[in-house]
């Protein structure tokens, strides 16, 4: 296999990695297909069990194939998004920071090494969690699902970042604590932490290139990017 190239950049996933972003993901859900249940959507299609993500998905579905414009699709899903919005701009002002992960950010910073974030979230909110934790300053970009079409593990997420940094996709560490972050990685040929934390699931991380506990935050962490700068 080809040694990829030294980094220049890292890209952080943000709830689980960084913050602890202390959303209530099952009033979230219900608010969603309480909304999409009211435009006609069958129950059995909908359920708490998994991401609102997966719920819209088909929920466009269902609503592409009863013959809904796009227009009022698009609407609906948008009067979903706002409601999900509120939940999360509450979450983000009750965001506490991972223990030690300001060392690393700053480590980083030392290293002249760039760094942005990409995840599920609006990077208004991201923002909003980031000042709460005295961590915004580290950052040269914020990429949330308000920014672009396709998010992780869809290569547009990290490709946007690589060109608004200009860098390649070979020059990036990815970190996150979700398999969604390291497939991510992989869809780019990018480099991949896994973060094991207390909500991450252990066999979904095995595809990383390396695994970190969060208890050996910051030190191992630390080590593991320094083994990637030159």
């Not at 979230?28 to 059995?44: F, M, Q």
């Not at 480590?107 to 909003?128: M, W, Y």
């Not at 672009?148 to 996150?176: R, V």
């Amino acid at each position: 296999m080809q040694r990829k190239k030294p980094i220049k950049a890292i890209v952080w996933d943000l709830d689980g990695t960084l913050i602890h972003f202390k959303i209530d993901y099952l009033r979230a859900r219900r608010i969603a297909i309480e909304i999409l249940k009211s435009y006609g959507i069958p129950k059995r299609l909908l359920t708490i069990n998994i991401s609102i993500l997966e719920n819209m998905k088909s929920a466009r579905e269902f609503f592409e194939k009863e013959g809904l414009s796009q227009k009022k699709i698009n609407e609906i899903i948008e009067e979903v998004d706002n409601e999900i919005i509120k939940i999360e701009y509450d979450a983000a002002n009750n965001a506490t920071m991972i223990n030690g992960i300001d060392q690393v950010l700053e480590f980083a910073k030392n290293n002249n090494l760039k760094q942005a974030i990409f995840t599920f979230n609006t990077k208004r909110n991201a923002e909003i969690s980031l000042k709460k934790v005295n961590l915004l300053q580290y950052f040269n970009l914020i990429v949330g699902r308000d920014n672009i079409t396709n998010l992780k593990p869809h290569p547009e997420h990290l490709t946007y970042i690589c060109n608004q940094l200009n860098i390649k996709s070979d020059e990036i560490l990815i970190i996150g604590d979700n398999i969604r972050d390291i497939e991510a990685a992989i869809n780019v040929g990018a480099h991949s932490i896994a973060l094991n934390t207390k909500l991450a699931k252990v066999e979904t991380l095995q595809i990383a290139d390396k695994i970190v506990k969060e208890n050996e935050i910051p030190l191992k962490l630390i080590e593991e990017i320094e083994k990637l700068i030159n």
